[in-house]
């Protein structure tokens, strides 16, 4: 392919060989209308496309890159571990670091099994809590995602207290009998499922804090209420943490909540940019999968030396930098105030919501989104040329108003109030 290819360009091509033109559906920018960037490599902050654009970029590869692009540490870690070989397929001492580190930094974790990405993860430890509990039914939050496996592309069925409806071709109606669906923030619509199925539940499964609709903050008592019924009827909480973990706190949002889970899911970050997932939790529960147990779950690349180096060279980042978490504090909110400052000075209607470095602005005329109902309120339209106003001036969002942004570690006071600057001229430009 010529080098001075671009963007608009490569896309064409990639549309002949790959479905959509992209291995992930949501980068196709299909939701925002427009071209998606080919991008050419990133650095700290920003990412540059094949078009010689600078973008300050905050979706952060959908959450891993929390210290940054290419942090030299990170590279340097993943260079060495390449020069030893890149697989083996057999044991090696990263992997027992790194479940060590996990240990360390998720204290509800006895023991963790590393897979490949956040939708193995969750997949496996559904698979576990079924195979733990002898019990079929999971519980699952409307708009939480937990990945693309069968069980969790369900959508909610017509009326309360129904079973759930395959939400894309391919998944049978026997896998949507399986999963009942909940309203977020809703605690009664748990009880309301414990009441009439609670024996037969294996595991509830949760976004702790929900990035995939947007960042929606979990309620006081909501977490704690999921928790009490699962004890309660012996089900499994689940809490995937693939997006939040080490992201709102160095424990996750079980820190930060302070609920513990019985099982964990982890990806992003844990991979420091390369493929990773993981699972962990209680040792009795964990004691259940091959080869300990009777429950299987296994993976060629699984542990893989260059992930672990990656994963663990970034993990050991955040633990050890005492004010890696107050420093992203500080910046996500100098963010989030500067964007509600031109919201209110537009007189300009939104909501945002932010934990930590986690946040969403959303389009919409209510004066707070706490539920699935009040992001599908959002006017999607709005969030589209706000999106492109906002590439125009060299803001890299995620192309979707259903998508959480992500300030990393290498964001600059500058970056920030260059984004807020760029925010107040989009902003404007949708208002004429
Ligand atoms: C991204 C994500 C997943 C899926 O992870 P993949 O690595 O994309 O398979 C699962 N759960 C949550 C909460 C996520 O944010």
């Keep these: 392919m010529a080098r001075y290819i671009t963007s608009i360009e490569a896309f064409e091509e990639a549309k002949k060989h790959i479905p959509g033109g992209v291995n992930s ?115 699952k939050f409307e708009g939480c995602y937990h990945g693309h496996n069968d069980s969790f592309l369900i959508k909610a069925g017509s009326g309360a207290l129904t079973h759930g409806t395959p939400d894309s071709p391919g998944v049978t109606r026997g896998t949507a009998e399986s999963t009942l669906t909940a309203k977020y923030n809703d605690l009664d619509s748990v009880k309301q499922l414990f009441d009439r199925y609670g024996e037969q539940i294996a595991a509830v499964i949760i976004e702790p804090v929900a990035g995939n609709m947007g960042v929606v903050v979990p309620e006081k008592d909501f977490l704690q209420g999921i928790r009490n019924l699962c004890t309660k009827y012996g089900s499994i909480l689940i809490f995937d943490e693939v997006m939040t973990g080490f992201r709102v706190a160095r424990g996750g949002a079980q820190e930060r909540w302070g609920v513990i889970p019985d099982l964990t899911t982890l990806g992003k970050i844990i991979g420091g940019g390369l493929p990773v997932g993981a699972y962990g939790g209680k040792q009795e529960i964990m004691d259940k ?113 259903f998508e959480a942004g992500f300030v990393s570690g290498a964001h600059t006071d500058r970056d920030i109030d260059k984004t807020i600057d760029a925010g107040y001229n989009a902003l404007e430009r949708l208002k004429k």
């Design 25 to 139: 559906p949501v980068r196709s920018f299909k939701n925002v209308g427009g071209n998606p960037l080919f991008i050419a490599s990133a650095k700290a902050a920003k990412v540059y496309d094949i078009d010689g654009n600078e973008y300050i970029d905050f979706v952060g590869s959908w959450g891993p890159m929390i210290l940054g692009h290419s942090h030299p540490d990170v590279i340097l870690a993943i260079q060495k571990a390449a020069a030893k070989g890149t697989s083996y397929g057999a044991p090696t001492l990263l992997e027992t670091e790194m479940a060590m580190q996990i240990k360390k930094m998720v204290p509800s974790i006895d023991s963790v099994r590393m897979v490949n990405s956040g939708t193995e993860a969750t997949m496996s430890a559904l698979r576990l809590a079924r195979g733990y509990t002898g019990r079929e039914l999971v519980v």
């Design 289 to 401: 999968l091959a080869p300990k147990g009777p429950v299987y779950q296994a993976g060629t690349l699984s542990g893989n030396p260059l992930a672990m180096a990656a994963g663990l060279t970034t993990l050991k980042i955040l633990e050890q930098n005492a004010g890696f978490y107050d420093m992203l504090e500080t910046k996500a909110a100098r963010l989030e105030n500067g964007l509600k400052k031109c919201l209110a000075d537009l007189d300009f209607p939104g909501v945002i919501n932010r934990v930590g470095s986690m946040f969403t602005l959303f389009f919409t005329d209510e004066k707070q989104v706490r539920s699935f109902d009040d992001v599908m309120r959002c006017d999607t339209n709005q969030f589209a040329h706000f999106f492109k106003y906002s590439l125009d001036n060299g803001i890299y969002l995620a192309p979707s108003q």
